[in-house]
């Protein structure tokens, strides 16, 4: 699937493959918005995002099309993602 993005600047849209299925969606839209409801919590829960095959925050607002894939504590990115995080709050609460 070659990236689409249609409309000009303005009410611009972006085609992703989220899952292995196309979505249209605005530009500036969250990853988050696009994590099905029963996979935000429980066994399976989202965690982050492969954006392009990047690592990528569920806060963050593609401009481009391309593929997205979710991570979870059962993918090592997703891993990362959750050692990452508690290592930073252990830090913030440290300096407190």
Not at 14 to 43: F, M, N, Y
Request: hydrophobic share 35%.
């Amino acid at each position: 699937m070659s990236p689409v993005e249609v409309n000009g600047d303005q009410g611009r849209e972006i085609l992703l493959q989220v899952e292995g299925e196309k979505k249209l969606i605005p530009s500036g839209t969250e990853l988050r918005s696009l994590v099905p409801a029963d996979r935000l919590r429980g066994p399976g829960e989202v965690l982050a995002a492969l954006y392009n095959q990047r690592v990528a925050s569920l806060s963050y607002r593609p401009s481009s099309g391309g593929t997205v894939e979710w991570l979870t504590f059962g993918d090592r990115h997703g891993w990362d993602v959750y050692r990452r995080s508690a290592c930073l709050m252990l830090q913030a609460a440290v300096k407190r």
